[in-house]
């Protein structure tokens, strides 16, 4: 009998592995790879490279949703590559001049709205400029109530300092509390019944621009009544027809504005808005009865207006017959009391404190 080794596979196959196994190692280290490396033209693989058929097959999506942001982001050592970076050397290879020749600076300025811009500049100093002179009625108006309450010996949180509509669900006025005493911030007083240094200005400049506008009005309508129709009308300085129509042309004046706008136009100058008592919108027939009351309560002056200084909400006597009240609206801006001195003083008494209690700590 005759044995087919043609088929036959070899008896021990682990006699064939451990043997490459052992030569392998012995192979390699023969091997020089610096050598073989050298000998490795690369300018002549690339060449023989088609990297555009290469980038063609390339998936980028899929290459990109593969790539882990995160990790890579750990394994980077962004200190110690900040440190390697040269700064100076990187600065000055830039070529600035030539970066200049390939901006394109008249196209540039064609771009940009110079007069939009400038327009958009002017139009912020002016509003922070107003905002600034506001800050500072506010806080007179803050040192004249401070004043009267010492005097009347109120106590804290005995006068209200909003209407009802801007205030919490807890009854108390919305207010900006300081958290930390170390540091100082303006208070919002947005809602907060405006206080007589800053109604008064406002009611003073009302009566003069009132007044200017109704000579200025009257005498370009004699000018105009006198030159087109040949009219001679005197309305006499002092007679009756003139001081019924100033009067109402000062009824106009506190009443259209209010009931359109809900201010005048010193009101909105320096901020300040006439609301109802509980703080809805005030409607013309309250707006008319304030008005009509302005002037009564300037004649008698310490009645009509002493409740500007002394009322828990500020108003006087045109404010109680209209049941209106006065609050600061600096309109989409907030209204802000800046920091008192005192607050700069007690805030900087804690930060000394703070950084005394740190050294003890630390010894």
């Known amino acids: 009998m005759t044995n087919d080794r043609s088929g036959a596979s070899p008896k021990n196959p682990s006699l064939i592995g451990g043997v490459i196994g052992r030569v392998t190692p012995l192979v390699l280290r023969q091997i020089d790879m610096d050598a073989i490396v050298s000998e490795l033209d690369v300018n002549a693989i690339a060449e023989q490279l088609d990297l555009d058929a290469l980038m063609t097959r390339l998936d980028m999506d899929a290459l990109v949703r593969q790539l882990d942001v995160n990790l890579i982001a750990e394994m980077l050592d962004l200190d110690a590559l900040m440190t390697r970076l040269d700064m100076d050397a990187l600065v000055d290879r830039l070529d600035v001049n030539a970066i200049a020749e390939m901006l394109d600076l008249d196209a540039l300025m ?5 007069a939009q811009l400038t327009a958009g500049v002017t139009q912020d100093v002016a509003v922070s400029g107003l905002d600034l002179a506001r800050r500072q009625l506010v806080r007179a108006d803050a040192t004249v109530d401070a004043v009267v ?4 010996r109120r106590k804290p949180g005995d006068r209200p300092e909003a209407p009802a509509r801007f205030v919490d669900g807890d009854a108390r006025p919305v207010v900006d509390e300081q958290i930390d005493p170390t540091e100082t911030r303006r208070r919002d007083v947005s809602g907060h019944y405006a206080g007589p240094v800053t109604r008064g200005l406002a009611l003073a400049g009302d009566f003069f621009l009132a007044f200017s506008t109704y000579g200025i009005v009257g005498a370009v ?3 105009f009544l006198g030159s087109v129709f040949g009219a001679d009308v005197d309305i006499g300085s002092g007679g009756w027809l003139s001081v019924i129509l100033a009067m109402c042309w000062l009824l106009a004046w506190f009443w ?11 009101m909105a100058l320096v901020g300040l808005a006439v609301v109802r008592r509980e703080g809805q919108v005030v409607g013309a027939g309250r707006a008319l009865l304030r008005a009509v009351f302005v002037p009564i309560s300037v004649a008698i002056l310490l009645v009509g207006l002493i409740g500007l200084v002394v009322g828990k909400e500020r108003r006087a006597l045109f404010d109680v017959a209209g049941g209106t009240v006065t609050v600061y609206d600096w309109g989409k801006r907030d209204a802000e009391q800046p920091v008192s001195i005192r607050e700069q003083l007690s805030a900087r008494v804690s930060r000394r404190k703070a950084v005394i209690a740190s050294d003890s700590a630390e010894v």
Not at 110 to 114: I, L, R, T, V
Not at 149 to 152: D, P, T, Y
């Open 110 to 114: 064609k771009k940009m709205d110079m």
């Open 149 to 152: 309450g010492r005097v009347l």
């Open 221 to 223: 309508t004699l000018y």
């Open 256 to 266: 259209i504005p209010v009931a359109l706008f809900g201010r005048t136009p010193t």
